[in-house]
């Protein structure tokens, strides 16, 4: 853990501090046991560890006290008295966020979904889903496979992460391209506001023109004006036939080729288009000892999934595409996941990355929205960068282990991710703010879809301006006016 992740950052006096009285109030008002983790008036020290980090293990809070309530009545309960008493709160669900925005950075009180975890209701018909915040997301799948149907979202934290907390980061993730975001995908939301208000817009309407869309406030929002309590959301039907291809390419510019061709000629099936560089892919082969899925090494490479409902004639058309682009001389090589066990490998060394680069050390994470023309351009700078500053060399005197480019190409979205062997206020600062510059410059976003958090809370400027980060601020203190939803945090 760093010791000093936020030097610039005090605890707000006016918050108040936990008492025994208000553990009794909580216990009594929850009832059950489980309800309540308490280090205030116990030693649980051990047992409230996992709730104040980070998955990075890279932020860390001071919580005494988790709450896990079992429906919005609770909620309601919890944060009206919190309101009153001016403690503050973190909403938490799977802690599987990249920017510290899921941990206390001081004492406030962590309400976990984890206890709201039923699935509401599904129609086949309309594909609607209702389900509690609580809900993890590969749950959600596995209850939509059985129903034919498909979670229009997917990301390598799905054993972990709640659709609650999916909504409130409002997640990209692997399948963006095909399905879109959650601002299009989700139709309604209950959510609790800090006054005890429980909001219900859970709506099942495809279309509802009534006024302001409030709940599009909730998505991304990341636990600043409420609790999600529940989401309803549309889910498209699971393609009969999923299949999947992995390239690799020898230059950027080639991969770009390869994306404008796979959008040409796969068009209404490519269902995902992700882009992997040379050291990602050495990296999860490292940590997962597997043999590269081609024969030779590359600087790049792609994995391009289609979905559709006929498999021969999905299988037909990818085989036509890869034989053009090697034709053309756009890929130099490639393989088709000819099964189940080859597509889920294939997938591995795309859904692996972030976890390989776990295993390192520290990892300083940018995800970012550029131009695709730009997208690798930065990692090549940013490295250019460091090496030139003495971080990067050949052995392991070096503080950065390696810089590494990814993401959903897809979308524009690259994830630079520089591995430190541990975290270094040096290198720190030789990449911020110089990485928002850079991206402020091609007028891109410094969040595309982790959020703001902590880690980032002092660079929304590059990405937003001061007329909009004045009407954030108008809103969160009409939803909060006493500011206890996630403070510290990015508004
Ligand atoms: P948490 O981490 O618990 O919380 C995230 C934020 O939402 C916090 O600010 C929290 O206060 C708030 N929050 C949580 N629940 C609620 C609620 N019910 N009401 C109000 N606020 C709430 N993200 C992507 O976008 N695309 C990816 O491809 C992707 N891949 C990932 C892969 C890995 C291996 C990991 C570890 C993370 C990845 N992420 C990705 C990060 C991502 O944001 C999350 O995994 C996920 O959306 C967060 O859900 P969670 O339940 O873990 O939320
Ligand atoms: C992904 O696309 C996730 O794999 C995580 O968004 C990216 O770890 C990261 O930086
Ligand atoms: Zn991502």
């Known amino acids: ?124 018909a309309s594909g609607v889903l209702v389900a509690d915040a609580g809900v993890i997301l590969e749950v959600a799948d596995q209850y939509l496979a059985e129903h ?18 999916n909504v409130s980061t409002n997640a990209g993730g692997l399948r963006l391209l095909r399905y879109g975001s959650l601002h299009g995908s989700v139709l309604g939301l209950e959510a609790v506001l800090p006054d005890g208000t429980i909001m219900d817009a859970l709506s099942t309407l495809r279309k509802n023109n009534t006024g302001y869309d409030l709940k599009q406030l909730f998505i991304g929002s990341e636990g600043t004006i409420g609790l999600v309590t529940a989401v309803s959301i549309l889910c498209p039907p699971r393609p009969k036939a999923v299949n999947v291809a992995y390239f690799g390419l020898e230059s950027f510019d080639h991969v770009q080729k390869a994306f404008l061709a796979a959008k040409g000629q796969l068009s209404e099936i490519l269902s995902a288009f992700e882009l992997m560089d040379g050291r990602s892919q050495s990296l999860v082969r490292e940590s997962t000892g597997n043999k590269y899925p081609l024969e030779g090494e590359y600087p790049f490479y792609c994995l391009v999934e289609t979905s559709g409902s006929n498999a021969e004639h999905d299988m037909a058309k990818l085989e036509s595409f890869l034989e053009s682009v090697m034709g053309d001389g756009i890929v ?27 295993h390192l050390g520290g990892t300083y994470k940018y995800d970012v929205s550029i131009p695709l023309s730009d997208l690798y351009l930065l990692v090549e700078d940013c490295k250019a960068r460091l090496t030139e500053m003495g971080f990067v060399g050949d052995d392991d005197s070096f503080p950065v282990r390696a810089v590494v480019g990814y993401g959903h190409m897809g979308d524009s979205n690259l994830h630079l991710n520089v591995s430190v062997r541990q975290y270094n206020k040096e290198v720190e600062k030789a990449i911020e703010p110089w990485v928002y510059e850079w991206i402020q410059k091609r ?33 969160k203190s009409v939803y909060d006016p006493n500011g206890i939803m996630n403070p510290y945090k990015y508004i």
Request: aromatic share 8%; net charge negative.
């Open 1 to 124: 853990f760093t010791s000093d992740a936020y030097p610039n950052l005090k605890r707000n006096p006016n918050f108040g501090e936990i008492s025994a009285d208000d553990v009794a109030h909580f216990k009594e008002l929850l009832g059950s046991q489980s309800a309540v983790i308490d280090g205030v008036t116990t030693d649980a020290t051990d047992d409230i560890e996992p709730f104040n980090s980070d998955w990075m293990r890279k932020y860390r809070g001071h919580t005494r006290l988790v709450l896990k309530p079992g429906n919005a009545q609770e909620v309601s309960k919890v944060l009206k008295y919190c309101n009153e008493r001016k403690l503050a709160v973190v909403p938490q669900g799977g802690n599987t966020g990249l920017v510290g925005g899921s941990v206390p950075v001081f004492d406030e009180i962590v309400i976990n979904t984890s206890r709201m975890n039923q699935i509401r209701s599904f129609d086949p």
């Open 443 to 475: 007028k891109g976003s410094i969040s595309a879809e982790h959020g703001l958090g902590v880690a980032k809370r002092e660079f929304i400027g590059y990405s937003q301006n001061e007329t909009m980060v004045k009407l954030m601020k108008q809103l």
């Open 148 to 165: 034919d149907h498909l979670f229009p979202l997917d990301l390598g934290a799905k054993g972990s992460c709640h659709i609650g907390g």
């Open 332 to 358: 130099a090589d490639g393989v088709l996941a000819q099964d189940e066990t080859q597509f889920q490998a294939l997938w591995r060394w795309r859904e692996g990355i972030t976890e390989s680069l776990s």
